[in-house]
């Protein structure tokens, strides 16, 4: 699904317009994005959380010419689904498991 297709799938769900739903999505993602830059946690229950990490500077190879490099530290945005979410996504695959045995 991309950006559009999730504007027409809110704007059908809410009953609302599609600019409406572009202009929700937009505030949604620029205020996830505020607080991660500060370095906030963002907990929705049930579906997730979103929080930064600090990467430390690392040594790895290039795989051209196999030569060491130094990776330099950074931060990284972290996402891990909540119970409801990981719950949805898996359920599917637990039934068809069971009904190959």
């Known amino acids: 699904m991309n950006k559009t297709q999730l504007i027409d799938a809110i704007a059908g769900d809410a009953g609302i ?3 409406a739903a572009k202009s929700a ?3 949604f993602l620029k205020n996830v994005g505020e ?3 500060k370095g906030d946690k ?4 049930g579906f997730g959380s979103w929080s930064v990490s600090e990467r ?5 190879r290039n795989p051209q010419t196999g030569k060491t490099i130094k990776i330099a530290a950074k931060k990284v945005v ?3 689904a909540g119970a409801d979410l990981d719950g949805a996504v898996n359920t599917p695959v637990k039934a068809a498991a069971k009904k190959k045995k």
């Open 78 to 80: 972290k996402f891990k």
């Open 35 to 37: 607080t991660l830059t």
């Open 42 to 45: 963002i907990s929705l229950v």
């Open 56 to 60: 430390a500077e690392r040594e790895g």
């Open 25 to 27: 999505l937009e505030s």
């Open 17 to 19: 317009s599609k600019a």
